[in-house]
């Protein structure tokens, strides 16, 4: 298997990146999640007060951002924010910066020079259709809202983070509604992905699914 690139998109909270790090120590992926790096923009934005409106404060305050990712832990500007990226107000925020078109075309690129010559699982939005289209395996999780938004929930509270199911809910819906109206790389199903409602499945039942997909298209 060589440039293998599996793309994993699905709304807020439908268990892509559980799923996707599994299946990466299953097959001896590397692992990329792009909504992390869509949160640490927007977590550089909130603490640099930048004014999303603004083009050139948005063009400025992204050339200054480094990102380095090593496995799940994610360094803005040589400070680890693995956690400050998931907070609720990260999450309040993050699809308002990432509907900016500068902002993706930054990022596509750079999940592009990350996934080069290597075996790759990247979960986001737009990864089957924007950043690799030629992908030979993609996948489209969904659930219910309600669901997706006890699944964060749970994840809240492991993480010691008190929130309330309702604004957990309407944080869920009010992402999936941003991104998939944007007009750059909305989230959408890719014609040629296999979609995986979750919602009555355990994960697995579906990394068991996809791993069984994965053999099919490699033959291994
Ligand atoms: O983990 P969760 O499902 O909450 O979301 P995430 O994957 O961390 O992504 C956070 C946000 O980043 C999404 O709601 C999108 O607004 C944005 N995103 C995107 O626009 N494109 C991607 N490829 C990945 C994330």
Known sequence: MKNFIMAIDGPAGSGKSTIAKILAEKNNLTYLDTGAMYRMVALYFFEN???????????????????????????????????????????????????????????????REISRGKNVVLDGRDIGTVVFPDAPLKIFLIASAEERAKRRMKEYEEKGIKEDFEAVLANIKE??????????????????????????????????????????????
């Not at 990102?67 to 308002?96: A, H, Q, W, Y």
């Not at 941003?178 to 040629?192: C, M, Q, V």
């Not at 979609?195 to 099919?216: A, Q």
């Open 49 to 111: 007060n930048v004014d999303l409106d603004n083009d050139m404060e948005v063009k400025i305050n992204l050339s200054k951002i480094k990102m380095d990712i090593e496995k799940d832990k994610f360094i803005l500007n040589g400070k680890d924010v693995s956690k400050d990226i998931r907070t609720p107000r990260v999450s309040g925020l993050v699809s308002f910066v990432a509907r900016i078109k500068r902002v993706r075309e930054k990022l596509v690129e750079l999940q």
């Open 175 to 220: 992402r999936d509604m941003i991104d998939s109206t944007r007009s750059e790389g909305p989230l959408k199903k890719a014609d040629d992905a296999v979609e995986i409602d979750t919602s009555f499945m355990t994960i697995e039942e579906v990394t068991d699914e996809i791993t069984r997909l994965v053999k099919e298209k490699t033959g291994e």
